[in-house]
């Protein structure tokens, strides 16, 4: 259950947005239930109980709750209880406090609003509890499995209906909206809710793979959620019509075949002439009464007909009108992706870096320093100074002194670890198989990385030897993870731009605790942004995701270039420095580097679609767009794509993603040996 525990989706969009309520949505948890519904009590009867049932209040492992969830009826109301273990050694971190917190105290059933079901590709199946306030409960992961049961449990004691946008919403009580339970019972596909209070769900967006207007849909349904609390998609008339047509369509064929039945019957029993039977029993009350029920059923057939036909025509003149309307949108969406997003701005210069910094040379607004930076790039003579700052190398709060002090102590431990490799012996080195490896792959890579800049050109540059050195030195830093094909992408910027052997270092250092995981023998980090990737594209642009599908390319091995070295090869080099330093602003998003992804392929969908790629001619596409790739353009579309997401957006990403601070589960670092480029 590794790869479960990196993946275990607790930033769901529903619990995200209860949690930005604040300290309103604990004491909803926590007190407004203790008045609103009694705790169980002896005469309460049990009908659901499961245990290993937890709550991950936070990223790490140690600091899961887990618990035992009831379900009980008290007279003819059903409450729903998740009381945690006490003293369980895994959740020692925790105080009672804080577990007591979590706690849900008998919550009835007439306070909730709807149940959604999480089933990940990678981790446990889990649901959300949203109350009628809006406000929802943690989310409920079920270790042991049970989810299935709990439904089935519930729906047998409230109405339990599920939602026509998603089937994995379950919405309670919902019985005063009677056209909904009424097309629910009659089991429409895709039936509709019209409910004044649809469900919260962060993937009901992309479900209905069949409507082509569906990424404009998505957008548009997304862009109120990153305000503010969810606005829910309206729905669509033109489906209620096509789908009550349809149903209406199946009665009058129904009725049709029934009628028809019933004369093929009466002409089977001698009944087909009802005239020559009258005339052999002219005063027979059983004859005149046949008459009579024959000549309604030919007027109720004749009837049924004409409305058949109707509704039949109705049904197809609904659809042809909703793909010219998916077309339209289709078309205004595509035209819509190239102009969203604010405009670029100039890059910082040193005159505009002063107003950041106070009289000691501290920042003294972080955020609307990266911001600035995200939407306008740095001066190239000032990356060295605020380089360090962005990727944590310094603190914000660091005086110019402090910053000073902290380079010569930094340049005495570079120096410590350097002379770890320096010392080895020749005779030591053929003892030493690892060493003599690694050495040998950098001394490879190295003469080969952007040997085209006159930074890195000629025949014994002594910054190809600085380049060899820093990894080097790397690889004894952090041993467990060493070199792997890649890293020299990722220090060649930085050693231009520090122009410091030790600096250079430690800022690499800085990037590799969040780029890290992309180079481990399991792929983990790498498999966790490709999984996320593909998450974000069924929510941008269903379409294009379902081509992939078509095409089996859900891998989005394709990409992997693009998120293993950060677009390092697709770009030129100053585009790239102008990149990295907006991605590492971690503004909006601290994975902004897939929505540039998503950007770059929904700029090319029309060509990858049209021509029918396969993996193969993807993957060659993809390469070829190394060096043609409009670098504001693409950040326009990243950011305008990255706020119409919004909550839905971050719930597609596991906790642990890199470039997030890796999750320390003690296995972090697992070398990938095989070169992957």
């Not at 945690?84 to 577990?99: D, F, I, T």
């Not at 091995?557 to 420095?577: G, S, Y």
């Not at 679609?609 to 353009?633: C, P, R, V, Y």
Request: aromatic residues 12%; hydrophobic residues 35%; contains cysteine.
């Amino acid at each position: 259950m590794l790869e479960s525990e990196l993946h275990d989706l607790s930033d769901d969009a529903d619990y995200a947005a209860s949690q930005q309520q604040g300290s309103a949505s604990v004491m909803l948890r926590s007190d407004s239930t203790k008045v609103s519904s009694p705790h169980e009590r002896d005469d309460a009867e049990i009908v659901f109980s499961k245990d290993n049932v937890a709550i991950h209040p936070t990223q790490f492992a140690s600091e899961r709750i887990s618990g035992r969830l009831k379900l009980f009826k008290q007279g003819t109301s059903l409450f729903m209880t998740w009381v945690p273990y006490k003293g369980h050694s895994s959740e020692a971190s925790l105080s009672e406090k804080v577990r007591s917190l979590y706690t849900i105290r008998a919550v009835p059933f007439t306070d909730i609003r709807s149940i959604r079901r999480h089933t990940p590709a990678l981790g446990w199946q889990y649901i959300i509890v949203v109350l009628s306030s809006g406000l929802a409960y943690p989310p409920l992961y079920f270790y042991s499995g049970g989810v299935k049961e709990f439904l089935a449990t519930i729906k047998q004691h409230v109405l339990l209906l599920r939602s026509g946008e998603d089937a994995n919403v379950f919405l309670v009580n919902d019985s005063h909206h009677t056209l909904q339970r009424t097309l629910s019972s009659l089991e429409l596909p895709r039936a509709v809710s019209v409910a004044c209070g649809p469900s919260v769900d962060e993937t009901n967006l992309n479900e209905n793979q069949e409507r082509t207007d569906s990424g404009a849909n998505n957008l548009s349904a997304s862009v109120p959620q990153f305000h503010g609390r969810p606005k829910h998609k309206a729905h669509d008339p033109r489906d209620l019509s096509i789908q009550v047509l349809e149903k209406f369509s199946l009665v009058t064929r129904f009725a049709r075949e029934t009628t028809s039945q019933l004369f093929g019957e009466n002409q089977n029993n001698g009944f087909s002439g009802y005239e020559s039977c009258y005339s052999c029993y002219p005063r027979s009350p059983y004859c005149k009464q046949e008459k009579f029920m024959v000549s309604v059923a030919r007027s109720f057939y004749t009837v049924v007909t004409f409305l058949h036909i109707f509704y039949t025509l109705n049904i197809n003149k609904v659809r042809m009108n909703n793909e010219i309307a998916s077309f339209d949108q289709y078309v205004k969406l595509d035209k819509l992706s190239l102009v969203w997003g604010k405009p670029r701005q100039p890059p910082l210069d040193s005159q505009e870096w002063m107003t950041f910094l106070d009289s000691e040379g501290r920042v003294t607004d972080s955020e609307a320093l990266r911001k600035r930076i995200f939407y306008g790039g740095l001066e190239h003579n000032l990356r060295k100074e605020v380089w360090g700052l962005i990727l944590g190398y310094y603190s914000y709060d660091s005086t110019y002194a402090e910053r000073e002090f902290l380079k010569s102590v930094k340049k005495s431990e570079y120096e410590t670890i350097k002379n770890q490799w320096q010392s080895i012996s020749k005779a030591q080195a053929k003892r030493f198989t690892k060493f003599r490896e690694r050495k040998g792959l950098i001394e490879k890579d190295v003469v080969r990385t952007d040997r085209s800049l006159a930074f890195y050109e000629g025949d014994d540059n002594p910054n190809i030897i600085l380049m060899r050195d820093i990894l080097l030195t790397y690889s004894f830093y952090n041993f467990d993870l060493g070199y792997c094909q890649g890293m020299s992408d990722l220090l060649s910027p930085i050693l231009f731009v520090m122009g410091d052997e030790s600096e250079a270092f430690w800022c690499f250092v800085a990037l590799l605790e969040r780029l890290g995981p992309n180079f481990n023998r399991d792929q983990n980090g790498m498999h966790s942004q490709l999984f996320a990737l593909s998450k974000l594209v069924e929510l941008l642009d269903c379409p294009l995701h379902n081509y992939f599908k078509q095409h089996d390319c859900l891998n989005y091995f394709f990409c992997f270039r693009w998120i293993l070295i950060q677009f390092k090869r697709e770009f030129e080099f100053e585009k790239i420095m102008r990149l990295w330093e907006v991605l590492w602003t971690h503004y909006p998003s601290e994975h902004l580097h897939l929505y540039v992804c998503v950007a770059l392929l929904k700029q090319h969908r029309n060509k990858i679609m049209w021509e029918g790629m396969d993996f193969d001619n993807l993957l060659k596409f993809i390469n070829e767009l190394s060096g043609q790739i409009d670098l504001d353009a693409t950040l326009r579309d990243a950011e305008a794509l990255c706020i119409c997401a919004g909550e839905n957006g971050a719930a597609c990403i596991p906790p642990g993603t890199p470039p997030s601070m890796p999750i320390d589960d003690g296995s972090f670092y697992n070398q990938l040996d095989d070169e992957v480029l």
